[in-house]
Structure formats: C-alpha cells, structure tokens
C-alpha cells in the first residue's frame, strides 16, 4: 500500500514539474519589445496608462507593460551627418548645436559623420552636451569622401544603442538619402537593400529616424533629378517606417535647419516609450498597430519590426 502511495506520489510530482517547465518554456519564447510613439496630438500632462492603449502584433493583441513619457524615460540620441555635404550646411553646426543643449537633463548624445569607408564617431553616448556640441564640425564637403550609401553608417550608428537602457531612442540624420554603391537603381527607396537593413535595425532597436535632407557635391547638388527625388523617398520611407519625420525644403540645401529642429525638439518632447510582452514565436516582420481608447490622443509609431 505504501509502495502505491509512493508510487502514486511520484507520479503527481513528475506531472507538476512537466506541467513548470512547459510553462517557463512558453514564457521564455516571448519578450519585451519598446517602440517610440509620438504623439501628435492630446494632453501630454495627463499620465497615460498601459490600459489607455491595445497593441495588435500581426492582429494579435498583446499586452502592454508600461508607457514612459519624458520624465521617465531619457532620451538617446545620435546627431549623424553625411559628410559630403554642400558647403552650406555648416552654417546649420550652431544651431544643431543649440539643440542638443535644449534637450532635457539625462539626455544620452552621440556625434557621428557618415563617410567612405566607415561611420566617424567624434563624440559616445554621453550626458554632457558640451562634450557633444563640442564634438560637432562643419562637414568637410568633399566628393572624395563620400560613402555612397549613408545606409551602412547609419545601421553602424544603430548598433551603438545595443548597450543603452530601453527607453526614448532617435537619430538624427542629415543627408541626401541616395545609394548609389550598386547603380542608379539602388537609388530608389523598394530597391535599396541597405535602406531595408536600417529599417530593420531601426524598428528592431525602437529608434525613431528624424531625417533631413541636404544635397552632397558632386552627386545630388548638381540637379539631378533623379537621384534627388530617389533620395528624397528614401529618406520620407527611412522615416515613415520608423516612428521618425522627414524634412525637404525643395530640391536644395535648406536655408536654415532651424524651422526642422524645432518640429524635431517638439515631437521628441512628446515622444513615449511603450513597451509590451510580444507572444509572437513566428520569425519574419511583425506588423504593428497600435490603438488608443482616448478619443483626443493621435500618435505616430513604426510600421513594424523584423525578427
């Protein structure tokens, strides 16, 4: 009688441990994932709850963990410029500069150059924005260093974040958006693959890609139009897919970045960190859609990520 009750014991222990480690294995297929949301409009003093928003992962609604607005979570940002850019953009250094000693206290800033060869880090993460303004030079504006693909750099760029806190993410680029490392046709925005990689990188990372345009010497600057506009696309799908803006003032160099920083500062400052429990195991890009129950609150978000 014993013997069958130890028996009988043994077999409800066995089922029990089978039964935690088939649970922890479900749990350990999903994970956390932050995405930046602007809001476009609503109040941003109200304090915004997980129940205020359903998130939908390939239709799938997920559950939504936390959402950090900009007391709560810091921002990271790299500043980017390609460094073949027209001459004129250097007047526009100041005024970069200005906006990263606007950013909020606890601000991370990264300085970097997109050009031949490889990204030019001038300036780490850091939360002194001196050093960071410090960092920043006029774009030397010569052909000869151009990358010819400033998609590469700027996926180099996005690696950086691997090691920073989840949280508000951005980048800041300043270029002329055309790949042409394989051709004229790499130009346009469904033909780049390395804009499709920093798309993936992007979204994989929640970094919102905030991009202005600026013709390059030798390349965009002498009015070829093709190229202008494959450019110009490039960077509008760059941002689009990422949560980020895109800014063009013609076919040329802006007069002043300024009218775009400011859009830029107001849209960080109502950026939100939302992060939710995917339970999505399937590999391949995952399709985003976010809703609010607040009829007032409008919000941009990436398309997605890839996984």
Excluded at 213 to 239: D, E, H, W
Excluded at 276 to 302: H, Q, V
Aim: aromatic share 6%.
């Amino acid at each position: 009688m014993r013997t069958a009750q130890k028996c009988a014991a043994l077999l409800i222990a066995i089922s029990c441990f089978s039964h935690v480690s088939v649970m922890a294995q479900k749990r350990g297929t999903s994970r956390t994932i932050t995405v930046p949301l602007t809001l476009r409009s609503g109040e941003l003093t109200r304090q915004l709850q997980p129940a205020d928003f359903t998130v939908y992962e390939n239709g799938e609604a997920q559950q939504v963990l936390s959402v950090r607005s900009i007391d709560r979570a810091p921002l990271s940002l790299a500043v980017l410029i390609q460094d073949d850019v027209v001459s004129s953009v250097g007047n526009d250094i100041k005024g970069i500069g200005a906006f990263i000693r606007r950013l909020p206290e606890g601000s991370r800033v990264m300085v970097g150059y997109l050009r031949a060869g490889s990204l030019q880090v001038r300036q780490r993460f850091t939360t002194n924005a001196e050093r960071a303004v410090g960092a920043l030079r006029v774009p030397a504006g010569a052909a000869g260093l151009a990358p010819y693909n400033p998609y590469v750099q700027i996926v180099e760029a996005l690696k950086r974040f691997e090691s920073l806190p989840t949280g508000r993410r951005a980048i800041i680029v300043v270029s002329d958006g055309a790949d042409v490392s394989r051709g004229v046709d790499s130009s346009l925005p469904t033909q780049s693959l390395d804009l499709q990689r920093a798309i993936n990188e992007a979204q994989r990372r929640g970094v919102a890609i905030y991009s202005i345009y600026a013709p390059t010497v030798g390349l965009t600057a002498n009015g070829n139009n093709t190229l202008i506009n494959n450019g110009q696309s490039s960077l509008a799908r760059l941002s689009d897919e990422t949560g980020g803006r895109a800014f063009f003032q013609g076919t040329s160099a802006p007069v002043s970045f300024d009218p775009f920083l400011r859009q830029i500062d107001q849209a960080l400052s109502r950026q939100l960190a939302l992060t939710y429990l995917s339970t999505n195991t399937r590999n391949g890009f995952r399709r985003l859609k976010i809703e609010s129950n607040l009829a007032d609150l409008k919000f941009e978000y990436p398309t997605g990520y890839e996984r």
